[in-house]
Every structure is written in structure tokens, then in C-alpha cells.
């Protein structure tokens, strides 16, 4: 019930592409859903996060897309360009206890020139 | 300039040894975590800190060790017990309280025992 199940683990997109990673999760406590973004070598930085009272949020080129009932979230970069390829993380969190994260396994994204 | 920060970045160390990594925060939060990173595994918790002289094991506490003397402090000791210790490790660190729940990461420490 703990886990977050991320897909796809890999993701090759044109330039120019949309690119969408998928979190599911089970236990329905969960209230904070982030996104990481990571390059090679460097730690996690916080791209985009939602909390379940709102469907989806924008900032920039990247959404997330919330659907409550189905427990999955989504991360959507449009016009993705080469220098969003990274390793982009799901995660989330009962704010009313420890704020402990449980994280997706990853995404590998390669946006292509 | 505010932020965390991990050292050394690279980390050598032989089999049998025990070996102490650094995580300092001058953000002013009150919980910090170690996460362990291997590919393809994401990031595992390894221990975390809500409050200073308290700390909570995550899910592969085993062969690890920490202490939170000082709010600013988090450092993580690998033991020679842990099994299979080389892997990149990223300290983080949060409030504890208030509307704001994000992780700030640190740089990480890449950890190679041969």
C-alpha cells in the first residue's frame, strides 16, 4: 500500500515532443504529490507538486494531471526540448504525519536534437 | 547562500571500514532524511530526523547508522555491516510544520567499497 508505481522506466522523445510519465499509487492517505527532476550526478530538485483537492496544475512546459477516483498522477513536459532529458521522479506523502516521501522508481527521459 | 551541502562528492573506501558522510542545511529546517540511490531502484529512506536528539529508521536502516546533535547536522555513518554499500547517497531536509512540504536534496556522495 506504501509504494508508488511509476511507468514508463525509460522514454525517448522528439524535440518538440510531448513527454508523459505515470505515478499510480494505493493507500488513499496520500495528500502531496511532487515531481523531481534530476541530471546525472546532481540531487533531486522539485519541478512541479499538487495536492489532491485540484485536478491538474501548470507552471511552464510542465502539468501534472491529478485523477483522484483512479489514484494516478501524471507529468506531462510539452515542447520538450534536449535539456529536459534527466531522470524524473514521482513521489508522495501524508502531510499530517512524518512527510516522508515514497518515491516512483524513475523515468529516464532523452529528449532527441 | 542557503542550501544543503554533502562531502566529500566522491568517496573511496576499502571493505571492513566504516566511513561518515556529511549532510549540513542552513535552511532552517527541522527534519532531515538520508535517501540511498541505486539505478533503476529510485530512492530507498535510509534514516530520518524530525527533531534534533531523535532520529527514525527508514526502509534499509540496516548497516547504517546516524546521530542529530545539532539542528544544522545530519551526518550518516555506513558500517562495515552493510552489505552492498557503494551507491549514491542524498541527504534532505524539510519542515516539519506549515504548508510547506518540500524536500530540498543536497548534492549527493557517491560511495565506492571495494
Known amino acids: 500500500q506504501q509504494q508508488v508505481k511509476q511507468s514508463p522506466q525509460s522514454l525517448i522523445v522528439q524535440k518538440g515532443g510531448i513527454s508523459i510519465i505515470n505515478c499510480a499509487y494505493e493507500?488513499?492517505?496520500?495528500?502531496?504529490f511532487p515531481w523531481y527532476q534530476q541530471f546525472p550526478g546532481k540531487g533531486p530538485a522539485l519541478l512541479i507538486a499538487?495536492?489532491?483537492?485540484?485536478s491538474e496544475k501548470k507552471e511552464g512546459r510542465f502539468t501534472i494531471s491529478f485523477n483522484k477516483s483512479a489514484k494516478q498522477f501524471s507529468l506531462h513536459i510539452m515542447d520538450s526540448q534536449p535539456g529536459d532529458s534527466a531522470t524524473y521522479f514521482c513521489?508522495?506523502?501524508?502531510?499530517?504525519?512524518?512527510?516522508?516521501?515514497?518515491f516512483g522508481t524513475g523515468t529516464r527521459l532523452k529528449v532527441l536534437a | 547562500d542557503g542550501g544543503i551541502t554533502q562531502s566529500p562528492k566522491y568517496l573511496f573506501r576499502k571493505e571492513g571500514q566504516n566511513v561518515t558522510l556529511s549532510c549540513e542545511q542552513n535552511?532552517?529546517?527541522?527534519?532531515m532524511y538520508w535517501y540511498r540511490q541505486d539505478p533503476g531502484q529510485g530512492l530507498r529512506l535510509i534514516y530520518y530526523?524530525?527533531?534534533?536528539?531523535?532520529?527514525q529508521k527508514g526502509d534499509i536502516a540496516e548497516g547504517y547508522s546516524v546521530s542529530r546533535e545539532k539542528k544544522e547536522s545530519f551526518p550518516l555513518t555506513v558500517t562495515s555491516a552493510q552489505k552492498n554499500p557503494t551507491a549514491f547517497y542524498l541527504c534532505?531536509?524539510?519542515?516539519?510544520?506549515?504548508?510547506?512540504?518540500?524536500?530540498?536534496f543536497g548534492p549527493g556522495t557517491r560511495l565506492t567499497v571495494t
Open positions: 535552511l532552517n529546517h527541522d527534519a
Open positions: 499538487i495536492r489532491p483537492d485540484v
Open positions: 530526523s524530525q527533531i534534533v536528539n531523535d532520529f
Open positions: 534532505a531536509s524539510s519542515f516539519r510544520t506549515g504548508a510547506s512540504y518540500e524536500q530540498y
Open positions: 493507500n488513499t492517505a496520500f495528500d502531496y
Open positions: 513521489a508522495a506523502s501524508v502531510t499530517s504525519g512524518t512527510y516522508k516521501y515514497i
